[in-house]
């Protein structure tokens, strides 16, 4: 049985980005930077906290970080249960239909690769995509964990704007006895 992540069950703080960074205006086209923290999350290099508009289409119209070439996001999170699977979702889309060929993710844990996604355009009439990956089993109850989320540059392009734009980021547990777990 899937259930959806909800503040009481999510694994991951703040994964709708719903939650904005501190000291900064809305709307602004300025990077955050050290005077800035997003709640549950760290971030290094390049990185914007963007709004669904009328250029760039969100699920559920909400907001989201976009990665510029070097950017990368982060969140220490805790293992809730021994010998779990972890599967990872979130939404990926180009911050404008002219970047659709640079914006690649690079999802890591604990510092290992896991895969790259790259946003291809073609399922469906959505500005934005949603895929999946499984994280694997890790460690034991209450170990703590590293997912990072790193922009990854695909072609050699002087347009630092770029880089994906991340949403929903969604982690659940899959115990394998009944379901999706909690």
Not at 43 to 54: D, I, K, M
Request: hydrophobic share 35%; glycine share 10%; proline share 5%.
């Amino acid at each position: 049985m899937y259930s959806s992540a909800t503040p009481k069950t999510a694994l991951l703080q703040n994964g709708g980005f719903e939650s904005p960074p501190s000291n900064i205006k809305l709307n602004s086209s300025n990077p955050l930077s050290k005077n800035n923290t997003m709640p549950g999350w760290s971030f290094n290099g390049t990185v914007y906290y963007v709004s669904a508009g009328p250029n760039l289409s969100l699920p559920d119209n909400g907001h989201a970080v976009q990665l510029g070439v070097n950017g990368t996001i982060s969140q220490t999170f805790k293992l809730t249960s021994m010998a779990s699977q972890y599967i990872l979702m979130f939404s990926l889309a180009p911050i404008s239909k002219n970047c659709t060929a640079l914006t690649a993710l690079k999802v890591s844990l604990q510092s290992e690769e896991i895969t790259v996604f790259v946003f291809e355009g073609k399922y469906g009439r959505r500005s934005w995509e949603t895929h999946a990956c499984d994280l694997g089993s890790w460690g034991g109850e209450g170990d703590h964990l590293v997912l990072e989320l790193q922009s990854q540059v695909m072609e050699n392009d002087p347009k630092v704007l770029c880089g994906p734009v991340v949403d929903t980021v969604i982690l659940k547990r899959f115990d394998g006895t009944n379901g999706y777990g909690m």
